[in-house]
């Protein structure tokens, strides 16, 4: 059992920054690939990045490559989202994911567990 909760959200102005934090239970938190998704006002949930046990294995969704970068540090059971760039349609519920599998994890669907989420707002 893990469980994750996200932290770093709020407001900032098209072209800022903002780091977001998922902070995970549980001593096995390695074992797991992490990533970020995100669900925008009336759209679907989207990918956003995903990391492997070890901190590699990382791969973006089309939309933040270049802009965004995921890490982790299995010492303090923590996985980050670096955003940079941020542009207005970037505004989402940003939910950090955990999962022992990394095929299929972009998909969303069989990823076992999920944070809260976290609100990121971006003005234009």
């Known amino acids: 059992q893990v469980q994750l909760v996200e932290s770093g959200g709020g407001l900032v102005q098209a072209g800022g920054s903002l780091r977001l934090s998922c902070a995970a239970s549980?001593?096995?938190?390695?074992?797991?690939?992490m990533g970020w998704f995100r669900q925008a006002p009336g759209k679907g949930r989207e990918f956003v990045a995903v990391?492997?046990?070890?901190?590699?294995?990382?791969y973006y969704g089309d939309s933040v490559k270049g802009r965004f970068t995921i890490s982790r540090d299995n010492a303090k059971n923590t996985v980050y989202l670096q955003m940079n760039s941020l542009k207005p349609e970037d505004t989402a519920v940003y939910y950090c994911?955990?999962?022992?599998?990394?095929?299929?994890?972009?998909?969303?669907?069989?990823?076992?567990?999920w944070g809260q989420g976290t609100q990121v707002t971006v003005s234009s």
């Open positions: 994911a955990a999962d022992p599998n990394y095929t299929d994890f972009a998909a969303g669907s069989l990823v076992d567990y």
């Open positions: 549980g001593r096995t938190f390695s074992r797991y690939i």
């Open positions: 990391i492997n046990w070890s901190g590699g294995g990382i």
